[in-house]
């Protein structure tokens, strides 16, 4: 199964094209690969709404004005795939509680979410809602579609009330994400977007900030008179 097969190198998919998709193609190089900074994509596709047990359609349209995290995932019925769920589906209501969207997506059909979810021990008393991307579109969308296999990799891209992704994680298929660090870096990711100042590594709630908004000058080049290396890793 490819959630959790070894690592191997992704092939480019050959494909004869015509000039002007050599063109389109040769522009698309030229483009950072990475979500940051860049407005969510439009798109639509048929659910699963574990909470209700009820098919439904979900857009991006549903998340606009909401902190959102769109979290892809390779194949129902693998081995990591069902930790990770699990994972984020325990923290439902602390990420709620910091008013935060959760749509889970694989390429599977509705059909087989459902069946996942009702099969598997550790999805008992799911919340969350799963994204059937059969036509793989949204995963092309987002940079995450490994074309040969046919699956998603395991990307999760955290965007703003106003669409636009402020981080995102993708990696291969062995090793599940951390919803710890995650649900981290929403804390930190709203902290600086209300206040104005700028989060140091590992920042938790309570922890030392970085006042850029009025002390910026004095603070360049002399960060360490503002936080120690102890501070940041306490």
Not at 11 to 22: D, F
Request: glycine share 6%.
């Amino acid at each position: 199964m490819s959630c959790d097969t070894g690592i191997k190198a992704r092939k480019p998919v050959k494909k004869e094209s015509t000039i002007s998709q050599q063109y389109e193609q040769s522009e698309k190089k030229s483009m950072s690969s990475s979500m940051v900074r860049q407005e969510m994509p439009s798109f639509t596709l048929d659910a699963y709404d574990a909470k209700s047990g009820h098919f439904i359609s979900a857009s991006s349209d549903d998340y606009k004005g909401k902190w959102a995290v769109i979290c892809f995932y390779p194949a129902d019925f693998t081995f990591v795939c069902p930790t990770e769920i699990a994972a984020m589906n325990a923290k439902y209501d602390e990420f709620q509680k910091l008013g935060v969207e959760i749509l889970a997506i694989s390429v599977d059909s509705k059909f087989s979410h459902k069946r996942f979810v009702e099969t598997e021990p550790l999805l008992a008393g799911l919340q969350l809602t799963i994204g059937a991307d059969t036509t793989k579109a949204v995963s092309q969308m987002f940079g995450v579609l490994v074309e040969e296999e046919g699956v998603a990799l395991r990307g999760r891209f955290l965007f703003n009330p106003d669409g636009i992704c402020v981080a995102q994680e993708v990696q291969a298929d062995s090793v599940g994400r951390n919803v710890n660090e995650f649900l981290r870096q929403v804390e930190a990711w709203q902290y600086a977007t209300k206040t104005g100042e700028v989060c140091p590594a590992g920042w938790r709630p309570g922890k030392k900030t970085l006042p850029v908004n009025t002390d910026a000058e004095q603070m360049t080049g002399r960060v360490g008179d503002y936080i120690t290396i102890e501070e940041i890793l306490s």
